[in-house]
């Protein structure tokens, strides 16, 4: 799949080559980017129920996050940033968010594979929607990382993605 998907993406990502001429659907998008060093990184389309997300992830892992927060949840291009750090990054303004400097979400433990919990919120949100779930990985990200992206999907049964590549003529 091709893409020109949310122009504020930070991390930077060199997708691999393909001959795919299929372009990816931008509509109720959920997108795991994996950049060079292997850090995960969370997105969403314009339309997706980022609210709700947040509602699911801030109930099951009893973050205690304020309306406020929430809300500027919904304003952020991507999330980055370890579940004991998403408090202290909402209360930063969104549109500063884009400058800051990442983690990424934990993937590569397998006891604290903390995109479990975001993909476990993700679909809650998305109940009754189509979603999108699309993999964006760099073209020298490393393997744990990407296995840890999909164990995430596996036990949380979203076994149905797309990988984001980037066109070039057959």
Same mark, same amino acid.
């Given at each position: 799949l091709t893409t020109n998907?949310? @122009?504020t993406e930070r991390p930077t990502v060199v997708?691999?080559?393909?001959?795919?001429? =299929? !372009? @990816?659907?931008?509509d109720d998008v959920?997108?795991?980017?994996?950049?060079?060093?292997? =850090? !995960?990184f969370l997105s969403f389309s314009e339309d997706?129920?980022?609210?709700?997300?947040i509602e699911a992830l801030n109930t099951n892992r009893t973050l205690g996050l304020t309306d406020a927060e929430?809300?500027?949840f919904t304003k952020g291009p991507f999330i980055g940033v370890p579940i004991s750090q998403l408090k202290s990054l909402l209360q930063q303004p969104a549109e500063t968010w884009p400058q800051l400097k990442y983690t990424g979400i934990p993937v590569t433990d397998t006891l604290n594979n903390e995109l479990v919990d975001w993909m476990r919120a993700v679909k809650t949100a998305f109940q009754g929607?189509?979603?999108?779930?699309?993999?964006?990985?760099?073209?020298?990200?490393?393997?744990?990382?990407?296995?840890?992206?999909?164990?995430?999907?596996?036990?949380?049964?979203?076994?149905?993605?797309q990988m984001v590549t980037n066109p070039e003529g057959v």
């Open positions: 998907f949310n @122009a997708t691999p080559n393909s001959v795919a001429s =299929k !372009v @990816a659907p931008q959920a997108m795991v980017t994996i950049d060079k060093d292997g =850090k !995960v997706a129920p980022k609210k709700e997300v929430m809300t500027n929607i189509r979603m999108n779930l699309l993999v964006k990985g760099d073209n020298a990200s490393r393997y744990p990382s990407f296995k840890g992206v999909i164990d995430a999907f596996k036990k949380n049964d979203e076994l149905k993605f």
